[in-house]
């Protein structure tokens, strides 16, 4: 019992302690408020701060329009207004006194289950107190000092007050702030005459502006509006024929939509996610931000945007590691489709001397192991090398590459190149783009940079330097570079690559006449023959151009058509980018070509053998082949397919009136015996045949008769016919003597 009482004393103890830790955190965290009489809301300035954007030549191209927005009283706004906002964000309003326990505690019980921050709890006031007085961060202190303003702000300001100020001050994306300003932008209309779908529409976008966006995401905008709707007839603020008439309405926004330029987006993305802030705090604290943007170049593509079908492109300067030009949502994570293949099933292969562009391999159905992908047009091309198979985009020699490799070393090249791969990841499938997570747009342009640079990563920057609104930087560009492949092994993909361009699965591209321009193409599509994803990459020394379309809803009905795929509608926009591109910049440079890569001839009659054999001195022109390799893995076996011809000897005989031509030799010839009299110019046919023995009985000729004997080497059957000789004759006389040398084929182009 002693030592039962001495456990729960100290476990006591424990529960004080912790108690008394907990508590003077808690005090310490709140006396770290700067100004704890600093909530006043009658005397608040909510738009004070605008952020000024830069091109790659300090010209300035973008202020938001900050100090140009306006507040409303909430009484002037019709009652579903502010009750849309409540019923989606924060039920209890009217009954809390800042925080909701209860929420509280059932988030916290969620998230400790979920392992991760699945469920907030912050009820309205807290959001306005985050919003106006403190960051964005997410640790333990930030949300004490938020609990603590968000109960001395209940004790000071009526309900009315606080839900009018937190209308006029949340942020709704596409540089709205505030429900009068957004309401202005997205329908054109004040926020005193918003009808229920509208309000509704708002209240859902301001959860994350960017995924809600009437713009950008309407289908999920839609799904929230009408989630929205659901709560307030849930919460009988309206009625059920109100309710269905409301979810009825078409998401319409207004004809003159102030809508951000794409490139600005993402500017304010990037700019979100390095300085780890919100899109709201970014623009509403003073920051300047300088970027790479060559203004020129973005006018022109940015007229590429289309208004309907989702779309993205990024311009990268490979020397400089700068994003020079953009539209679209360029950090959407989408499935890499092939473009994924050089990285996963060639590079590692070449690295190790599995393979070169020259190795034989066989596209035809086959079964790895339950896994049966098919290529793209349903067919199969059967032998045929590595470099058709690239340029070609065939699946089932791609499959089959990254067989021939460990797995993890593959995976793990693929991602030190930028490809976003898991663990999950780590089957054949990845081959063919199939990832769990999928890469960014610009991570992907970004591995294709590196191949330009032959083999070196470096850092892909949009944004050059922020500095806040003191003047003090707070973020410079790095300039980061590692070599993560060989020099040999991307120029020889890249020379793949500008086959691809030329006539694979880019060939849409040979219309620019660029001889430096290498490409890759890759689609995803959908179980129903539709895709929802089309990449065309193109590069040359200077630049990387990327070009996709896709539909990133997840509705079927969105989906691009069956024509519609990397070769067809990227690989169209990708030539009106170099269009403007080249008419900025038309730098000529070919990929400069490492000491350690060669060009070797081959034997053609041995790749169909599938053997990587040299030519020899004797091959003709038209069995040979010529390809890169690394010198370090190339071939050093010479073929023996032409060689020269081992010469019989002839034997003749005479014997009671008769003449016997005979011999005997290690390869087959053909052979053809001719008679031409005297009188005549034309050869008579005698006999033929093919075979390594001769043996003619002939009447010994008159004098005016002479036979001829035609012989040729016969290495094969399969080359002979295909090949030419030149004639050699053997004449025999009357007198049974040869004239002229008995000669024949060396199989040499002569």
């Given at each position: 019992m002693k030592k039962i009482a001495k456990c729960f004393l100290i476990l006591f103890l424990l529960v004080v302690l912790i108690i008394l830790s907990a508590g003077i955190?808690?005090?310490?965290?709140?006396?770290?408020?700067?100004?704890?009489?600093?909530?006043?809301?009658?005397?608040?300035?909510?738009?004070?701060?605008?952020?000024?954007?830069?091109?790659?030549?300090?010209?300035?191209?973008?202020?938001?329009?900050?100090?140009?927005?306006?507040?409303?009283?909430?009484?002037?706004?019709?009652?579903?207004?502010?009750?849309?906002?409540?019923?989606?964000?924060?039920?209890?309003?009217?009954?809390?006194?800042?925080?909701?326990?209860?929420?509280?505690?059932?988030?916290?019980?969620?998230?400790?289950?979920?392992?991760?921050?699945?469920?907030?709890?912050?009820?309205?006031?807290?959001?306005?107190?985050?919003?106006?007085?403190?960051?964005?961060e997410k640790?333990?202190?930030?949300?004490?000092?938020?609990?603590?303003?968000?109960?001395?702000?209940?004790?000071?300001?009526?309900?009315?007050?606080?839900l009018e100020t937190y209308l006029n001050a949340i942020y709704f994306g596409n540089g709205s702030f505030g429900i009068e300003s957004a309401a202005q932008n997205y329908f054109g209309k004040s926020a005193a005459s918003l009808t229920l779908p509208e309000a509704a529409t708002l209240a859902g976008i301001i959860k994350s502006p960017k995924t809600y966006s009437p713009i950008f995401n309407p289908q999920n905008c839609l799904e929230r509006r009408n989630l929205v709707l659901k709560n307030m007839l849930d919460d009988k603020v309206i009625t059920e024929p109100e309710y269905l008439a409301a979810t009825q309405?078409?998401?319409?926004?207004?004809?003159?939509?102030?809508?951000?330029?794409?490139?600005?987006?993402?500017?304010?993305?990037?700019?979100?996610?390095?300085?780890?802030?919100?899109?709201?705090?970014?623009?509403?604290s003073g920051y300047k931000i300088y970027t790479n943007i060559n203004s020129k170049l973005q006018d022109k593509i940015a007229k590429l945007k289309s208004e309907t079908k989702e779309n993205a492109a990024l311009v990268i300067d490979n020397e400089k590691g700068k994003i020079i030009a953009t539209f679209g949502n360029i950090s959407e994570r989408r499935q890499p489709a092939s473009t994924i293949k050089p990285f996963v099933c060639y590079a590692p292969n070449f690295e190790t001397g599995n393979l070169s562009p020259a190795t034989p391999i066989n596209d035809d159905a086959t079964n790895f192991g339950g896994y049966s992908p098919r290529n793209?047009?349903?067919?199969?091309?059967?032998?045929?090398?590595?470099?058709?198979?690239?340029?070609?985009?065939?699946?089932?020699?791609?499959?089959?590459?990254?067989?021939?490799?460990?797995?993890?070393?593959?995976?793990?090249?693929?991602?030190?190149?930028?490809?976003?791969?898991?663990n999950s990841d780590k089957n054949l499938?990845?081959?063919?783009?199939?990832?769990?997570?999928?890469?960014?747009?610009?991570?992907?342009?970004?591995?294709?940079?590196?191949?330009?640079?032959?083999?070196?990563?470096?850092?892909?920057?949009?944004?050059?330097?922020?500095?806040?609104?003191?003047?003090?930087?707070?973020?410079?560009?790095?300039?980061?570079?590692?070599?993560?492949?060989?020099?040999?092994?991307?120029?020889?993909?890249?020379?793949?690559?500008?086959?691809?361009?030329?006539?694979?699965?880019?060939?849409?591209?040979?219309?620019?006449?660029?001889?430096?321009?290498?490409?890759?193409?890759?689609?995803?599509?959908?179980?129903?023959?539709?895709?929802?994803d089309a990449w065309c990459v193109s590069f040359t020394p200077k630049f990387t151009v990327l070009s996709w379309y896709g539909n990133t809803s997840g509705k079927a009905e969105n989906n691009l058509s069956k024509t519609e795929n990397g070769g067809t509608i990227s690989a169209r926009q990708s030539v009106k980018i170099w269009e403007s591109l080249t008419s900025i910049c038309d730098d000529k440079r070919d990929f400069a070509c490492p000491t350690n890569v060669s060009t070797y001839s081959l034997d053609t009659l041995s790749l169909g053998q599938q053997k990587l054999e040299l030519a020899n001195e004797l091959t003709p022109e038209r069995y040979k082949k010529s390809d890169l390799f690394n010198t370090k893995f190339a071939p050093v076996k010479v073929s023996n397919n032409f060689k020269i011809a081992t010469i019989p000897i002839l034997n003749l005989t005479k014997n009671q009136g008769k003449l016997t031509l005979d011999w005997e030799a290690e390869e087959i010839y053909n052979y053809h015996l001719y008679a031409k009299t005297k009188n005549s110019q034309n050869l008579l046919s005698i006999i033929?045949?093919?075979?390594?023995?001769?043996?003619?009985?002939?009447?010994?000729?008159?004098?005016?008769?002479?036979?001829?004997?035609?012989?040729?080497s016969k290495f094969s059957d399969n080359v002979s016919e295909q090949t030419e000789s030149k004639t050699y004759y053997v004449s025999i006389s009357n007198l049974g003597e040869t004239k002229g040398k008995f000669g024949f084929w060396k199989r040499k182009t002569e």
């Open positions: 955190y808690v005090i310490v965290t709140i006396r770290q408020i700067s100004n704890p009489d600093i909530i006043n809301l009658d005397n608040l300035n909510l738009y004070n701060n605008q952020y000024e954007i830069y091109d790659s030549e300090n010209k300035h191209i973008s202020t938001n329009s900050i100090a140009g927005q306006k507040t409303i009283e909430i009484e002037s706004v019709p009652d579903f207004v502010p009750q849309a906002f409540v019923s989606i964000e924060d039920k209890t309003f009217y009954q809390h006194s800042g925080l909701n326990y209860g929420r509280i505690i059932k988030a916290g019980v969620t998230n400790l289950l979920s392992g991760y921050a699945k469920e907030g709890a912050s009820t309205i006031t807290q959001q306005l107190i985050k919003n106006i007085y403190l960051t964005n640790t333990l202190s930030r949300k004490i000092q938020e609990a603590y303003l968000a109960l001395k702000l209940e004790q000071g300001y009526p309900k009315e007050k606080i309405a078409e998401l319409k926004t207004s004809d003159n939509l102030n809508n951000f330029d794409d490139y600005i987006q993402e500017i304010l993305r990037e700019t979100s996610s390095i300085l780890n802030k919100s899109e709201r705090d970014v623009s509403c793209a047009n349903g067919k199969y091309i059967g032998w045929t090398d590595v470099r058709t198979a690239l340029s070609q985009s065939l699946n089932i020699p791609a499959v089959k590459a990254l067989s021939y490799i460990d797995l993890d070393y593959a995976i793990n090249y693929a991602k030190k190149c930028g490809f976003e791969l898991q499938a990845v081959a063919l783009g199939a990832t769990q997570t999928g890469t960014r747009i610009k991570e992907i342009a970004s591995a294709y940079s590196l191949l330009a640079n032959l083999g070196c990563k470096k850092s892909i920057n949009l944004i050059n330097k922020i500095t806040d609104h003191t003047g003090k930087t707070v973020f410079l560009a790095p300039n980061n570079s590692e070599n993560v492949m060989s020099p040999e092994t991307a120029y020889m993909i890249n020379d793949v690559l500008k086959d691809c361009a030329l006539d694979g699965t880019a060939k849409k591209l040979n219309t620019l006449n660029m001889s430096n321009l290498a490409a890759k193409t890759g689609t995803f599509g959908a179980n129903d023959g539709t895709n929802t033929s045949g093919s075979d390594k023995k001769l043996n003619f009985v002939l009447d010994i000729p008159t004098e005016t008769t002479e036979y001829y004997l035609l012989v040729k």
